[in-house]
């Protein structure tokens, strides 16, 4: 009996060395995170379809992207004011989106603000990759012309909220190209007060509801959509 007894502790002591030997293993192997597109990014966009006198560099708009965002047919002409725009978008981990661009230096419109969040998947040129859309808004000035100098306000005409997608390969975590498409909400009277749906708090044009599906730029509506841009981006380094 006593030897049944020790033989069985000596398996349970082999089965707790084994367990413990398996559980320093697993504590020395590194845990590889999972690229995301968490961080600051640097790029350029430019239009899907343009006639702009500047001709677009070879092999900097991808038609597979532009046929994403305008539903598989050519996107219509853009109207956007400048022929490329060169933009830092940040992404942050609580799902805030920060973005700003070089245009800001021309009409003096501010950093957009505001959310991003995962799509699923989409299948590019026969390659998958993890689908992200976000959307943030900034404060857009009237141009000068359309100011009026006795009234201050004037120079406020609205909010441009862009829809702006993103596709991201865990493959290549540090390039990214999606796709944007801004929207211009014309909210101010020609005194620069915004104009206000009847008994209510928020404006009679509210940025805040759901974008259009397509982005028309010979449609005058308000919200007006300037045209759709392709862009490829790049992480910024820490160093």
């Not at 398996?22 to 379809?49: D, E, H, K």
């Not at 211009?184 to 005194?191: E, G, K, N, P, S």
């Not at 009679?204 to 392709?230: E, F, H, I, Q, R």
């Amino acid at each position: 009996m006593a030897k049944l007894k020790l033989g069985t502790a000596l398996v349970v002591l082999l089965f707790m060395v084994g367990g413990l030997a398996s559980l320093r293993l697993r504590a020395q192997t590194p845990v590889v995170p999972v690229p995301t597109p968490v961080g600051a990014w640097f790029g350029i966009a430019r239009p899907c379809t343009t006639n702009s006198r500047f001709p677009t560099p070879p092999g900097t708009v991808s038609q597979s992207v532009c046929k994403d965002a305008c539903a598989g047919a050519a996107c219509p002409m853009s109207t956007f004011p400048v022929d490329e725009v060169v933009m830092m978008p940040t992404l942050l981990a609580d799902g805030t989106v920060l973005a700003t661009d070089h245009a800001s230096l021309l009409d003096h419109h501010t950093a957009g603000q505001g959310k991003w969040e995962t799509a699923g998947k989409t299948v590019i040129d026969g390659q998958s990759f993890d689908r992200y859309q976000a959307s943030f808004m900034w404060f857009q000035p009237r141009n000068p012309p359309d100011v009026d100098p006795r009234y201050p306000l004037s120079i406020f005409l609205g909010v441009v909220r862009p829809r702006f997608v993103m596709f991201f390969d865990q493959a290549n975590p540090d390039v990214m190209k999606g796709y944007i498409q801004p929207y211009l909400f014309a909210m101010t009277d020609q005194w620069g007060i915004v104009n206000m749906q009847p008994n209510s708090p928020f404006p009679a044009v509210d940025p805040m509801g759901k974008l259009p599906t397509a982005c028309d730029p010979t449609s005058k509506s308000n919200p007006y959509c300037l045209g759709t841009l392709m862009f490829v981006i790049r992480r910024v380094p820490a160093k």
